[in-house]
C-alpha cells in the first residue's frame, strides 16, 4: 500500500531528524498500517547495520527500479535518482525511502538483502534448565519468562536500535513498546516482529513447526529470509511456522493453554501421549519411555499444577488405564493389562 510520505520526510525521519509533528504523522500511520512500518523497520537496520563494501547510489537505484519492475510489473517508481535527496550519510535511506513510497512493501526482500549478515556478538545469555523457569527483565525494561529447557541470547548492542533475542525452545513476552527500535524474537530460522505487547513463542527440536500465540496486541511472524512472506498475528490467534513454506493462522484459539506454564500450570491438550512426553519430561525433569506403543498413541487431555512427580503419574496413568515404574530419575510406563 502507497504511503502519503514523501522521501526526504522518511530520509529525515530515519536518520532522526525529523520534527515532533512530522515523527507523529509517520508513527500513527504506520500503527495502522504494520507491514508498512515493519519495511521501514528494515530500512532503519539496513542502514544501523550496514555492509562493508562501498554503496553505490546510482548502481542501488538501477537494480531497485529492476526489482521493482520484475515483481510488478509495468508499475515502476517515477522518481530517478537526481530527484533524490543526497545529502550524506543517509542517501542509502532515501533510495530505499523512494521505493517504499511508489511500490510499499514490495521492497522487503531488497532491503532485507542489504542487511548486514554477520553473526551477533552473544554477551548474555540466560539457561533454564529441566523443572525449572525463570523471568528475566531485560535492558528496555520488557520481560522475558523462560520455560523449562530453554535458552535465550541477545548481543551486547541490544536497544541500541533494534531489539533481537534468539530463542532456544518456548518464552513469553511482555515488550516495552517502541515502534523505533523493533523487537523480534529468531527461533529456529523464523522471526516474531512485536507489533504489540504479550505472545508466546515455542520452539522446541521436537516440534514441526514453531507456534505463535499472541495473549494482546499483534505479532508479525515470518522466516528469517529476504523473500519470506509474513503473516500479522491479533489477539488470540495461534501461528505456526514450519521449515518452509508460509505461516499458518488459527484464530479464536484458547491462549491459556499456551501461557498457563508462566503460571506455574502445565497444559496437555489434544496430544498423544508421546507427543506429550517431552513437556512432562522438561516439567519434571524426567526421563520417560513408553514401553507399549499403543499408550503412546493414547490421547491426553490434562492440567497439571503443584502436583509432585508421583502425584502426576498416578493421575496420568489413572486416566489412561497404566501403571508406571520408577528407578531413580528413569520412568517407565506401560499398560496394566497385555
Given at each position: 500500500?502507497p504511503?502519503?510520505?514523501?522521501p526526504?520526510l522518511?530520509?529525515?525521519?530515519?536518520?532522526?531528524?525529523a520534527?515532533?509533528a512530522?515523527?507523529?504523522?509517520?508513527?500513527?500511520?504506520r500503527?495502522?498500517?504494520?507491514e508498512w512500518?515493519a519495511?521501514?523497520?528494515?530500512l532503519r537496520?539496513a542502514?544501523a547495520?550496514p555492509?562493508?563494501?562501498?554503496?553505490d547510489?546510482a548502481?542501488?537505484?538501477?537494480?531497485?527500479?529492476?526489482r521493482?519492475?520484475?515483481?510488478?510489473?509495468?508499475r515502476?517508481?517515477?522518481?530517478?535518482?537526481?530527484e533524490?535527496?543526497?545529502?550524506?550519510?543517509?542517501?542509502?535511506?532515501?533510495i530505499?525511502?523512494a521505493?517504499?513510497?511508489?511500490?510499499?512493501?514490495?521492497?522487503?526482500?531488497?532491503?532485507?538483502?542489504?542487511?548486514?549478515?554477520?553473526?551477533?556478538?552473544?554477551?548474555?545469555?540466560?539457561?533454564?534448565?529441566?523443572?525449572a523457569?525463570?523471568?528475566?527483565?531485560?535492558g528496555?525494561?520488557?520481560?522475558?519468562?523462560?520455560?523449562?529447557?530453554?535458552?535465550?541470547?541477545?548481543a551486547?548492542d541490544f536497544?541500541?536500535?533494534?531489539?533481537d533475542?534468539?530463542?532456544d525452545?518456548?518464552?513469553?513476552?511482555?515488550?516495552t513498546?517502541d515502534?523505533?527500535?523493533p523487537?523480534?524474537v529468531?527461533?529456529?530460522?523464523a522471526?516474531?516482529?512485536d507489533?504489540?505487547?504479550?505472545?508466546?513463542?515455542?520452539?522446541y527440536?521436537?516440534?514441526a513447526?514453531i507456534?505463535?500465540v499472541?495473549?494482546?496486541g499483534?505479532?508479525?511472524l515470518?522466516?528469517?529470509?529476504?523473500d519470506?512472506?509474513?503473516?500479522?498475528?491479533?489477539t488470540?490467534?495461534?501461528?505456526?511456522?514450519?521449515?518452509?513454506?508460509?505461516?499458518?493462522?488459527?484464530?479464536?484459539?484458547?491462549?491459556?493453554?499456551?501461557t498457563a506454564?508462566?503460571?506455574?500450570?502445565?497444559?496437555?491438550?489434544?496430544?498423544?501421549?508421546a507427543?506429550?512426553?517431552?513437556?512432562?519430561?522438561r516439567?519434571?525433569?524426567?526421563q520417560?519411555?513408553i514401553?507399549d506403543?499403543?499408550?503412546a498413541?493414547?490421547?491426553?487431555?490434562a492440567?497439571?499444577?503443584?502436583?509432585?512427580?508421583p502425584?502426576m503419574?498416578?493421575a496420568l496413568t489413572?486416566a489412561l488405564?497404566?501403571?508406571?515404574?520408577?528407578?531413580?530419575?528413569?520412568?517407565t510406563?506401560?499398560?496394566?493389562?497385555?
Amino acid at each position: 500500500m502507497p504511503d502519503p510520505f514523501e522521501p526526504e520526510l522518511i530520509d529525515r525521519y530515519l536518520a532522526d531528524d525529523a520534527s515532533a509533528a512530522e515523527v507523529a504523522r509517520i508513527d500513527a500511520y504506520r500503527a495502522a498500517h504494520p507491514e508498512w512500518g515493519a519495511t521501514l523497520d528494515a530500512l532503519r537496520d539496513a542502514v544501523a547495520h550496514p555492509t562493508s563494501r562501498d554503496w553505490d547510489d546510482a548502481a542501488a537505484w538501477s537494480r531497485l527500479q529492476s526489482r521493482i519492475g520484475a515483481e510488478n510489473g509495468s508499475r515502476r517508481p517515477t522518481l530517478s535518482s537526481s530527484e533524490l535527496p543526497t545529502h550524506k550519510p543517509f542517501a542509502r535511506w532515501a533510495i530505499a525511502a523512494a521505493a517504499l513510497i511508489a511500490v510499499g512493501t514490495a521492497t522487503w526482500g531488497f532491503v532485507r538483502s542489504h542487511a548486514s549478515t554477520a553473526e551477533p556478538t552473544f554477551a548474555n545469555e540466560i539457561v533454564t534448565p529441566n523443572g525449572a523457569r525463570q523471568t528475566i527483565t531485560l535492558g528496555d525494561g520488557s520481560r522475558v519468562t523462560l520455560n523449562a529447557g530453554s535458552r535465550l541470547r541477545w548481543a551486547t548492542d541490544f536497544a541500541a536500535r533494534t531489539r533481537d533475542v534468539y530463542l532456544d525452545g518456548e518464552a513469553f513476552f511482555v515488550v516495552t513498546h517502541d515502534p523505533t527500535r523493533p523487537f523480534r524474537v529468531h527461533a529456529r530460522g523464523a522471526v516474531a516482529h512485536d507489533l504489540g505487547t504479550r505472545f508466546t513463542v515455542r520452539a522446541y527440536d521436537e516440534l514441526a513447526q514453531i507456534e505463535v500465540v499472541v495473549a494482546e496486541g499483534s505479532v508479525s511472524l515470518r522466516h528469517d529470509r529476504a523473500d519470506a512472506d509474513s503473516a500479522i498475528l491479533a489477539t488470540g490467534q495461534l501461528g505456526r511456522l514450519g521449515a518452509s513454506g508460509s505461516p499458518s493462522v488459527e484464530s479464536n484459539v484458547a491462549v491459556d493453554r499456551w501461557t498457563a506454564w508462566t503460571s506455574g500450570s502445565l497444559v496437555l491438550e489434544g496430544m498423544t501421549l508421546a507427543e506429550a512426553l517431552p513437556q512432562l519430561e522438561r516439567w519434571y525433569d524426567a526421563q520417560i519411555t513408553i514401553a507399549d506403543p499403543r499408550l503412546a498413541a493414547r490421547r491426553v487431555s490434562a492440567r497439571f499444577h503443584d502436583e509432585t512427580l508421583p502425584q502426576m503419574l498416578d493421575a496420568l496413568t489413572l486416566a489412561l488405564g497404566a501403571k508406571w515404574q520408577q528407578s531413580g530419575r528413569s520412568i517407565t510406563l506401560s499398560s496394566s493389562t497385555p
